[in-house]
Every structure is written in structure tokens, then in C-alpha cells.
């Protein structure tokens, strides 16, 4: 008994953990002293659990992503079956779970995109959108929004708009960037006309023969939750059509039910050339991403080479993870309960912003959801600045901290993006949480 007990190795408290993560390991997008990780142990359905035994509500599906819920049994097991079977295959090798979820895709993607090229994950996936737009149209140019993200690695922090890109912006990547339809505290709300009017005229100015593609987010995720106004993504598609570039849509984080429907293109019927993913995908569980393509595009690449490729494209744990996760989502009719909840959701937003006068704005499609704070409804002064925090703000975040309720506060914004498994008891009591920590947001109300 003693030497098993010796073998044993040390049970690390909450604080043991997170002080060796910060000795020994880099956090992303922070300084290293304001790092402040919570230490997680296990997680089930729709909350999470530090090791010493603190729950918390998942409002934010982690990175927006883990859509079917956390310790699902049918993706862990898919999982370990793939596993028992085959661990790794190289990606010039063809194997059943890759046949199978190519195949399913096919199924589930919007119109006629029926091929896909497997990545490690979402910015991948954007890296190799840029490469196929461009190989196939023989153009460099590629336009994207200013409200954007798109990932970390060169190409597609080069596509994305917001202050992430700042730092790492090459200067020479080929993207022009353009504003997008907003409602906010900037700008009044921009119909989808007046939208696609500066768009075209963009494009004009920078010489249609030049541009390869047109990258959007479908549904803009960490600069907002910016719904489309209607018309607006079937302008994008015509006028892309009338000048031969391709559209490609950005579904890494609005996919997989998140919005309601399967990928938020679907809400207005529209498909794109290309269509990128990750995420929702497997739910997180294992790392994939993927982009689809329509069939004259996988065409391009019958006689021609496609200089592209990854160690990991395929993998079958990935592809074996990635069908327990849509087995999930059909066996449990989560993309109809990210509707259904997505209106009550809308509900709890309305009543927020009825009673908080320091709840400028909401907005919500299907689990999709944000609350924008305000120091002041007449203005519509943001409670933080741009690309910047407040000390209300802080103390916001704090409060949904302390009280068990995760999710991201960004900003002056609080995200609700919880699992798609989420029940209505459980809103109601994330919504609790936020409600009492908007009472020290209405403290800063001029």
C-alpha cells in the first residue's frame, strides 16, 4: 500500500496548477502579469469544475465551440474506438472515417458544396481558402471586413480586420479591407444597400480583375455578433458573381448549429464558393477544420496541382470525432434547441436591457448572443474604449467570475454563446448571474 501510495503522483491544487502554466507556458493575446486562468479539472453538459470542486456555467461554449456540450459519450467514444483502430494515417492515404465525414459534410453544407480539404483548424482553414481562391481565379487580391477575425497565422490575421492584426500585419499580404454593415455605438444602423454600394465601389477602385475573393465572416463573431441585414449576403453573391470573385464565408464560429441552422449562410439561403470551418466541428473535442468548395473549384484541381498540404490533414481521430460530434447534434436535435433557446435568450436580452440603463444594445441569432454596455444611452458611449477595458468593466467580468458563470467579457461587451445542449433552467440561471453583475455597470450610467 505504501509503495502505490508513493507511485502515485501529486494531486496539484487550483493554484499549484495555475502558477506552473504561467512558469512554463505562454497565454495568448496578454501580457504575461495579467494573465489570470482559471484552473479547470473536468467538465459535463453545459459547466466546468476547477479541481477543488468550483463549478462553473459555460456561457461561452469555451471558444465558442464546444457546441454539443462538454463529456459528450458518443464523441469520446468515437474517439477511443478510432483510437484502438488506427491513431494516425498519412494524409496521401484514404481511411473510413475521412470517407465517411466527407461524405456527410456533403450532406449537411449548403447548395452544391460537396468537397472539402481537412485542416488542423480554423485559422488553417482560412490559409488554405486564400490558396485555392488564388490558384484558381489567378488573382492576389483578397478583400475582407474591418469587424473581422480569421485566425493567427500569417494569411489569416493578414484577412482579419480588428486591432489583433495590428501587430502581426506583414504589410505586403494582398488584402484590402472594407467596412461592414454596424449597428453600434459608432455608427447608426447601416441598411444592406448602402452597405453594398461602398462594397462595389471598393471593388471598382481596386480593379475587379484583381481580386480572388471576398472573405466574411457570415455572422461576425468576437467583434460583436453582427447579424447580415437582410439582403445584404445576397448582394455579396451577385456582386461577386458580376465580377468573378469568389465569396467565401467564414463559418468557423456561426457553423454547426450556433445560429440556429446549420451554417448561418443557410438563414438566407445563399452559397458560397468556399466555405470555411472548425469548432463546432467536433465540438472542440479534437482538433479539425475544413474547407469546402464548390464543384467547379474542386474541378480546377482534377488537372492542376494543389500546393498545399498539412501532416495532420485527415486525421482520423479528427474525422472520427468530427461524426460522434454531428451524431450528437442530430440524435439530440440540438441545431432546432439552438433555436428554440435562441428565443428565449432574446428574451432574457430584452428584459436586461429593460431594466439596466447601462444595457445599450443586444443581439442574438439562434445561441449567438451579445450585450453591449453603455455609459450613457443618448450618446451610446461605450463602457470601455475601443480595443481597451474599463475599470466597470473589469469589475463586471469579476462578478460573472466569482459567481461561476463563464463567458467572455471583451471590451464593453458580455457574450452569451452557451452550449447548443443548453436547457431553459440553465439560461435562466446564467442570466441571474449577469443580471446581478449589471447592477455595478449601472453604477457607471451618466
Keep these: 500500500m505504501a509503495l502505490e501510495t508513493a507511485s502515485r503522483p501529486k494531486v496539484l491544487s487550483d493554484e499549484e496548477i495555475v502558477a506552473l502554466c504561467r512558469r512554463y507556458t505562454l497565454y495568448e493575446w496578454t501580457a504575461q502579469a495579467a494573465a489570470d486562468p482559471i484552473a479547470v479539472d473536468h467538465a459535463k453538459g453545459v459547466y466546468f469544475y476547477s479541481p477543488s470542486g468550483k463549478r462553473y456555467l459555460d456561457f461561452n461554449s469555451q471558444l465558442m465551440s464546444v457546441n454539443a456540450g462538454h463529456g459528450d459519450p458518443r464523441i469520446i467514444d468515437a474517439i477511443k474506438r478510432q483510437a484502438e483502430k488506427l491513431a494516425?494515417?498519412?494524409?496521401?492515404?484514404?481511411?473510413?472515417?475521412?470517407?465517411?465525414?466527407?461524405?456527410?459534410?456533403?450532406?449537411?453544407?449548403?447548395?452544391?458544396?460537396?468537397?472539402?480539404?481537412?485542416?488542423?483548424?480554423?485559422?488553417?482553414?482560412?490559409?488554405?481558402?486564400?490558396?485555392?481562391?488564388?490558384?484558381?481565379?489567378g488573382r492576389h487580391k483578397v478583400m475582407a471586413r474591418y469587424r473581422s477575425y480569421h485566425g493567427a497565422t500569417a494569411g489569416a490575421i493578414a484577412l482579419t480586420g480588428d486591432p489583433r492584426r495590428w501587430a502581426n500585419d506583414i504589410g505586403d499580404s494582398g488584402v484590402v479591407h472594407v467596412l461592414d454593415p454596424y449597428h453600434g455605438p459608432e455608427r447608426p444602423v447601416d441598411n444592406a444597400a448602402e452597405a453594398l454600394r461602398y462594397l462595389e465601389e471598393t471593388i471598382q477602385l481596386e480593379g475587379p480583375n484583381t481580386i480572388a475573393a471576398f472573405f466574411l465572416e457570415t455572422v461576425t463573431g468576437t467583434n460583436g455578433i453582427l447579424i447580415p441585414p437582410d439582403g445584404y449576403l445576397e448582394g455579396v453573391r451577385r456582386l461577386c458573381d458580376r465580377y468573378g470573385i469568389l465569396m467565401v464565408c467564414d463559418e468557423i464560429m456561426s457553423g454547426f448549429g450556433r445560429t440556429g441552422e446549420w451554417f448561418a449562410v443557410d438563414h438566407w439561403k445563399v452559397v458560397p464558393d468556399l466555405m470555411t470551418m472548425a469548432k463546432g466541428l467536433t465540438s472542440s473535442y479534437v482538433p479539425l477544420g475544413a474547407v469546402a468548395m464548390r464543384p467547379n473549384i474542386a474541378e480546377h484541381f482534377e488537372k492542376n496541382v494543389f500546393y498545399g498540404g498539412l501532416t495532420y490533414n485527415s486525421h482520423p481521430l479528427a474525422c472520427a470525432a468530427a461524426l460522434g460530434t454531428i451524431q450528437a447534434y442530430e440524435e439530440d436535435d440540438m441545431v432546432g434547441n439552438a433555436r428554440r433557446m435562441g428565443l428565449v435568450m432574446a428574451g432574457h436580452h430584452a428584459a436586461l436591457k429593460e431594466k439596466h440603463p447601462s444595457v445599450g444594445l443586444t443581439r442574438s441569432i439562434g445561441l449567438f448572443g451579445i450585450l453591449e454596455l453603455v455609459k450613457n444611452r443618448q450618446t451610446m458611449e461605450p463602457l470601455a474604449p475601443f480595443n481597451a477595458t474599463s475599470e466597470p468593466m473589469?469589475?463586471?467580468?469579476?462578478?460573472?467570475?466569482?459567481?461561476?458563470?463563464?463567458?467572455?467579457?471583451?471590451?464593453?461587451?458580455?457574450?452569451?454563446?452557451?452550449?447548443?445542449c443548453i436547457s431553459e433552467e440553465q439560461l435562466a440561471e446564467g442570466f441571474a448571474i449577469i443580471d446581478k453583475a449589471l447592477e455595478i455597470a449601472d453604477r457607471a450610467v451618466s
Design 88 to 137: 494516425y494515417a498519412n494524409p496521401f492515404m484514404a481511411h473510413e472515417p475521412r470517407a465517411r465525414l466527407g461524405q456527410k459534410l456533403a450532406e449537411l453544407m449548403p447548395g452544391d458544396l460537396d468537397k472539402v480539404f481537412f485542416t488542423l483548424g480554423g485559422a488553417e482553414a482560412n490559409e488554405n481558402a486564400i490558396r485555392l481562391a488564388r490558384a484558381v481565379t
Design 394 to 420: 473589469k469589475a463586471v467580468g469579476k462578478s460573472l467570475r466569482d459567481h461561476g458563470l463563464y463567458t467572455f467579457v471583451r471590451w464593453h461587451t458580455i457574450m452569451t454563446n452557451p452550449p447548443l
